[in-house]
């Protein structure tokens, strides 16, 4: 049901940057009447849910200037131009966690913003997790590693370090993992 | 663990609009060197997972203009400068739905996209729902309201009807209360 499409009558672009665009777009809405919309572009993103054979979730911890603070979040990262989002996942986890894997499986996508931006974030699970190196980091890039199990997560989640929407899918999918497989 | 953090040596502000605001800083790294971080600034959100007596979820079908399509997503809305969330949630309930509760519990907070914004999204649970009249829509505000069955939800998300952050964590919430029920 698109009926209530907003035809875009005029596009502003204000800004082009390293990862995000911003346009405003003034639109015609379904009543006829005008308005306009702000949309951040953004190229889109992967994230990885990796538990190792010890129960432990991989997580890093990194400083988030939106926020000024750190946050605990699972491997996440945005795609390069054109970059198949599977093997931007694969490289994500390899360069933040030095980690390797031998199956990954795409969980859900699912779009963070939709009322202002267009980023649409992949969400993966990786099987058979292989400690292979150290990590290879962007020259901007600073994290810490982390391996933190089903009670350290939900701690995490109690005391606000894990508090981001990917994040809080990964624990909650591993809770419901945890709930079905107890009651086989 | 904040030793990672990013010390800002100018903020470039290139647009202050009606929802978003954009910033550009130049920060100073944990090893000295100088980058530059694109920031989207928000006024945060709320949303609102609502289960009718007859077992339905509530949500609201809308364009997307970011998207350039419609998306089925639970009833949300952003935070008016200084207002409470929970009113919030509470206004947006009636405004987008036409529903009132009883009572509306804060299940969950997150970031939807700490990497660029400082968006953050509470989600409330509403219960004891009555339907009080029919909607109060912002002037350019179009929705179709949806009462969803949880087999329903399963299939929009297949056809990815449903495919925003907020709504796939509504629906996997869905599903591990049911879980938890059929175990008892």
């Given at each position: ?22 346009h405003?777009d ?66 994500e ?45 962007d ?8 391996e ?37």
């Amino acid at each position: 049901m698109d009926t209530y499409e907003e035809i875009t009558v005029k596009r502003d672009t204000l800004f082009k940057g390293r990862i995000v665009s911003l346009h405003v777009d003034e639109v015609k809405l379904p009543n006829g009447k005008m308005s306009t919309r702000e949309i951040v572009e953004h190229p889109g993103a992967v994230a990885i849910i990796a538990i190792t054979d010890q129960d432990k979730m991989i997580m890093v911890e990194q400083y988030r200037k939106p926020l000024e603070r750190s946050l605990v979040e699972i491997p996440a990262g945005k795609l390069e131009k054109g970059e198949n989002p599977l093997t931007c996942a694969k490289r994500e986890l390899g360069e933040e966690t030095g980690y390797t894997c031998e199956s990954m499986e795409l969980l859900t996508s699912f779009y963070t913003s939709p009322g202002f931006s267009d980023e649409l974030l992949h969400v993966y699970l990786a099987k058979g997790l292989k400690k292979e190196s150290e990590l290879h980091l962007d020259e901007d890039e600073f994290v810490d590693l982390l391996e933190v199990s089903y009670e350290e997560a939900q701690q995490f989640m109690k005391e606000q370090k894990i508090l981001d929407a990917k994040t809080i899918y990964a624990v909650q999918y591993w809770q419901l993992a945890r709930t079905m497989e107890s009651k086989v």
